[in-house]
């Protein structure tokens, strides 16, 4: 069964489901966060915002060819489970370890120093907690695409052809560990307390399953704050010039200050990947990038294809900027 794009109602739903999945997984948290078993019943939340997702992706695709399987499910569920560091329930568990990270150390780690303010209502503090923590994200992640020796580790995220809500957490082990340590660490320094965490980590639980889903949902106004589908796909684009955009995991304000914001009007890029090739097996993709060999297959090279590509977007970025450009009147 199939949703028709025509219809009103496609049009309606397309519009409301994004807002729609992410405030059900919030009031879901806030349930979750008040019992007993709060990363239990977390993890009931968004398991259930998995088989949400993954309903809508067969009812309304973003890109039909997305659909078909490429192999590579049993290695998406295997690196989040393991780049996330639990092992519980299904693919859901992968957003449970910056809350147990955050559970166990943040009494150890924080300090009575009274930076943090505390006495601010606590939605406040959850999003000036969600600024700090997207800072060191975006340094982390766009770093990653800006040093080899770095990138190696990230490819394994972006060698996917299609998105889709299991691949959400096909992530290296090194290279989750990096983005946790650069987003969490100025917390714990600060002292923002344990909800401050827990928040924090739903909120990019619910909003990392959403940029990879294959749903067509139209974002709207969103996309100048949130970190959408439809700008995650252009993170994703084999193009340098689309792909080393939009690095914010959450929030785009770092990339709209810092000028990496990418939100072009046309539909965002289908052809998504990497030049080089990771491994086919999942251990076999964990020990990839600490060989020569393995860097050299990661890295791989540009077809000739793809530069005339970039060329072609380069002059076409060029002339955009040209005629952008305030004319001067001579004297």
Not at 29 to 56: C, D, G, K
Request: charged share 15%; aromatic share 10%.
């Amino acid at each position: 069964m199939r949703f028709q794009s025509s219809s009103r109602l496609y049009a309606a739903v397309s519009s409301l489901l994004w807002p729609a999945i992410f405030c059900a997984g919030l009031v879901g948290s806030y349930f979750a966060f008040n019992s007993q078993m709060h990363l239990l019943w977390f993890n009931v939340v968004y398991f259930s915002v998995v088989v949400t997702i993954a309903l809508f992706e067969r009812l309304m695709p973003y890109e039909e060819t997305w659909l078909d399987p490429d192999g590579e499910t049993f290695n998406n569920i295997a690196h989040t489970l393991l780049s996330k560091g639990a092992v519980q329930i299904a693919a859901a568990i992968g957003a449970s370890f910056p809350m147990a990270v955050a559970t166990v150390a943040q009494p150890f780690l924080s300090h009575k120093a009274d930076i943090w303010p505390e006495q601010w209502p606590m939605a406040v503090q959850v999003v000036l907690g969600l600024v700090i923590a997207e800072l060191g994200l975006y340094l982390a992640h766009r770093l990653a695409h800006e040093h080899l020796s770095l990138w190696r580790f990230h490819a394994l995220h972006h060698s996917v052809e299609r998105l889709w809500v299991i691949n959400t957490g096909r992530f290296h082990i090194v290279d989750s560990l990096f983005k946790i340590a650069l987003s969490q660490i100025p917390l714990y320094l600060l002292g923002a307390p344990l909800p401050v965490f827990l928040w924090i980590g739903a909120v990019t639980a619910f909003i990392g399953l959403l940029t990879h889903c294959n749903i067509d949902v139209r974002t709207g106004p969103l996309d100048w704050i949130l970190s959408t589908p439809r700008l995650h796909r252009w993170h994703h684009s084999k193009l340098l010039a689309e792909g080393n955009t939009n690095y914010g995991e959450n929030l785009v304000i770092w990339d709209q200050i810092l000028g990496t914001y990418h939100n072009p009007p046309r539909p965002s890029s289908t052809d998504i990947g990497i030049t080089g090739k990771v491994a086919d097996s999942f251990l076999a993709q964990i020990v990839q990038p600490f060989s020569k060999t393995g860097r050299k297959q990661i890295i791989g090279k540009k077809p000739k294809e793809l530069i005339l590509k970039e060329e072609q977007a380069a002059k076409a970025a060029a002339a955009r900027q040209r005629n952008d450009a305030p004319i001067r009147k001579s004297s």
